[in-house]
């Protein structure tokens, strides 16, 4: 569960993403963090034990608000298919408003997936809607019948590779042309066929 911290310490700790990005988590220090977040030091100590759950509040505080966002999608009343466009669309904004926690997310991969509340934050977010999703689709006939775990598992790692690229790269997220093109590749080779029309059909 995310820890409760006073307003002004909640908001200057984003910088801390910045220095693990640039220095590297394993690199960075508490004095680092502290320095780059003008937060002292002791006050760092007294909230957390160390940078690995500085890093753990870090990501999971994204993946909240990133959940909350998928949730209210997954409430609409439109077909599937749209809905799974729509949380490819928010997923990809992601990176592109949190580069630098989106960097360290890629170089301390094996790290956070050791973390059981991220692990769990992550499926919770992402993961787990996109096999609801799926499995909707099918339903109401928007989506091809395919296993919905492993699917979401694909789905998940492809959005997620597309988002770090352009991170990693240092290169204009676009992120509605992203999701317009993963949309094309991913929901287009899930979606089911349509019928060729009939010779004389309009």
């Known amino acids: 569960m995310m820890r409760d911290l006073p307003a002004n310490i909640a908001q200057k700790l984003p910088a801390a993403a910045t220095v693990f990005a640039e220095m590297g988590f394993d690199q960075a220090r508490m004095e680092d963090v502290a320095v780059g977040c003008g937060i002292p030091k002791p006050t760092l100590y007294y909230h957390f034990g160390g940078k690995e759950e500085i890093l753990a509040w870090l990501l999971e505080r994204l993946l909240r608000d990133l959940s909350s966002q998928v949730g209210a999608i997954l409430d609409r009343d439109e077909p599937s298919r749209d809905r799974l466009t729509q949380v490819f669309t928010v997923y990809l904004q992601m990176f592109a408003d949190h580069p630098d926690a ?101």
């Open 102 to 202: 989106a960097r360290v997310l890629l170089s301390e991969l094996g790290r956070i997936t050791r973390i059981p509340e991220l692990a769990d934050s992550i499926w919770a977010a992402f993961h787990e809607p996109l096999r609801k999703l799926l499995d909707e689709g099918h339903r109401d006939g928007t989506l091809r019948d395919l296993d919905p775990e492993a699917t979401a598992s694909a789905v998940f790692g492809s959005v997620t590779m597309v988002g770090l690229h352009y991170v990693v790269t240092g290169q204009p997220l676009q992120v509605d042309h992203l999701a317009k093109q993963l949309d094309e590749l991913l929901v287009g080779g899930l979606a089911t066929p349509t019928p060729p029309k009939k010779k004389g059909s309009r």
